[in-house]
């Protein structure tokens, strides 16, 4: 077994568009109203990702602050969800005539897992949050879908925006490291029975920080409680060929994981049939460091 690995590090930098551009609110708040002028709405660019996408994002949540002394707060964890095509959240924001406002956004791709709610606090003159993260647990069934299972997660600031700058505008960055596999060539009557990750450490703790230029910086640590689980990836006996794109098929099967540089304990396991026998292949990840907003490529080869 050969395995070639590509990481592409251009999924922050490769946008795709996605407008928001008629936020509504599910209510009006005629207090706000009175004491601002328009209404507060958002546009979006989804970087490109391995699970959320412009084609799947439909919800976010938002917080914000206004600049002044005592950084009040504006907005907390405010839902913006995707309805019926348009794009709302209530009680609606106005914008404060005079002042500057902060905003800061996060969605995932599975709503209620993880139950991440980071809070938002400034830090000098940028904002961050610091929220601790533990991988899905893996099932213990024997099909497992570990890779189905663990949600993708972006955060996007906005600072320094008025009324006259017009819609807010978030550029979403991936805090977590994706990794894909494809087919490079293989023996005739190969089928694939599972991908496993094994002795992967599970929890993580990170920073996220504004940058002067409202792009987002990532800071990972590993917990020190972290437990070394193997995540496996069934695929039902799926029929191998030339140049396919494992992870496409069917359900995404991307594996979702935290930030880290990986030591000799952790490896790379494939479950394979040729010529209906079994075969295991594995090998080391030793010195493999998975960074914020990566996608790493595994291309398998089995000739």
Not at 213 to 228: A, G, H, I, K, Y
């Amino acid at each position: 077994m050969r395995i070639s690995h590509i990481i592409s590090e251009s999924i922050i930098a490769a946008a795709i568009s996605i407008c928001l551009l008629s936020v509504q609110s599910c209510h009006k708040d005629n207090v706000d109203r009175g004491l601002h002028s328009k209404p507060i709405e958002f546009e979006t660019v989804m970087t490109r990702a391995a699970e959320l996408t412009d084609a799947s994002l439909n919800f976010f949540k938002v917080t914000a602050f206004i600049d002044d002394v005592a950084s009040t707060q504006f907005m907390k964890d405010e839902d913006v969800v995707l309805t019926s095509g348009k794009w709302m959240y209530g009680p609606m924001k106005y914008w404060p005539h005079q002042d500057q406002v902060h905003f800061m956004a996060y969605s995932t791709s599975l709503e209620t897992n993880p139950k991440i709610r980071p809070d938002f606090v400034k830090v000098g003159d940028k904002f961050q949050s610091t929220f601790n993260y533990t991988l899905p647990s893996p099932e213990n069934a024997a099909n497992s879908t570990d890779a189905e299972n663990q949600p993708d997660i972006v955060f996007a600031f906005r600072t320094g925006m008025t009324e006259q700058d017009g819609s807010v505008s978030f550029k979403f960055s991936h805090a977590l490291t994706a990794l894909q596999f494809k087919v490079g060539t293989v023996l005739p009557n190969t089928t694939l029975q599972k991908i496993e990750l094994f002795k992967i450490p599970n929890k993580g703790t990170c920073v996220v920080s504004s940058t002067s230029d409202d792009n987002v910086s990532f800071t990972w640590t590993l917990q020190p409680d972290f437990q070394r689980i193997d995540y496996l990836q069934s695929y039902d006996s799926l029929a191998l060929t030339d140049g396919m794109v494992i992870s496409e098929v069917g359900s995404p099967t991307t594996f979702m994981m935290i930030p880290q540089t990986l030591d000799d304990k952790a490896h790379l396991r494939l479950y394979v049939e040729v010529d209906g026998v079994s075969q295991t292949r594995q090998i080391s990840l030793e010195g493999t460091t998975w960074l914020p907003g990566e996608i790493h490529t595994y291309t398998i080869s089995l000739d």
